[in-house]
């Protein structure tokens, strides 16, 4: 499997913690990830442009690793 990077570079892992670079409006709900929101424990998927995780309000977020930043 590849490095999974975050926007700068760094390389993240399962568990890292990352924070959110850009105000996200969440698929299928009324919730806006805003600019800074930090999110723990992040899960690696095959796909190297994207992981999952779970933010205070929703449950099973897959976001894209472009817009993260790692804490």
Partial sequence: MTDIRDSNGSILASGDSVMVIKDLKVKGSSI???RGTVIKNIRLTDD???IEC???????LV?????LKKV
Avoid: M, R, W, Y
Avoid at 54 to 60: E, L, P, S
Avoid at 63 to 67: A, E, R, S, V, Y
């Fill in 48 to 50: 190297e442009e994207n």
């Fill in 63 to 67: 976001l894209k690793t472009c817009f």
């Fill in 54 to 60: 779970n933010a205070d309000k929703v449950k099973g």
């Fill in 32 to 34: 806006t990830l805003k």
